[in-house]
Nanobody, 116 residues
Framework: QVQLVESGGGLVQPGGSLRLSCAAS????????MGWFRQAPGKEREFVTR????????YYADSVKGRFTISRDNAKNTVYLQMNSLKPEDTAVYYC?????????WGQGTQVTVSS
């Protein structure tokens, strides 16, 4: 089992940047594919980005492609989400996800608000 704790959310103006972090417990972090999802008020949770266990492969939702970058540091058991050129429609609670062999784990979420 793995426990996930997100940090780095906050209030930012349109066009600004934030970096989210997700720290994972356990010694098997490097085996998990990691991802970020988000949920805006009144909407369903949606996929944002994913990175393979090795960090070689990444995938992005079309809505964030070219603006967001996912990365991981397996030595620090941490995955990052660098968010640039933020838009008001990026406002949501962002959740970290760890997946392995059909089992998913979730963090508690961190709020990102993009507003002037």
């Amino acid at each position: 089992q793995v426990q996930l704790v997100e940090s780095g959310g906050g209030l930012v103006q349109p066009g600004g940047s934030l970096r989210l972090s997700c720290a994972a417990s356990g010694r098997t972090f490097r085996r998990y594919a990691m991802g970020w999802f988000r949920q805006a008020p009144g909407k369903e949770r949606e996929f944002v980005t994913r990175i393979s266990s090795s960090g070689v492969s990444t995938y992005y939702a079309d809505s964030v492609k070219g603006r967001f970058t996912i990365s991981r540091d397996n030595a620090k058991n941490t995955v990052y989400l660098q968010m640039n050129s933020l838009k008001p429609e990026d406002t949501a609670v962002y959740y970290c996800n760890a997946g392995l062999d059909g089992t998913d784990y979730w963090g508690q979420g961190t709020q990102v608000t993009v507003s002037s």
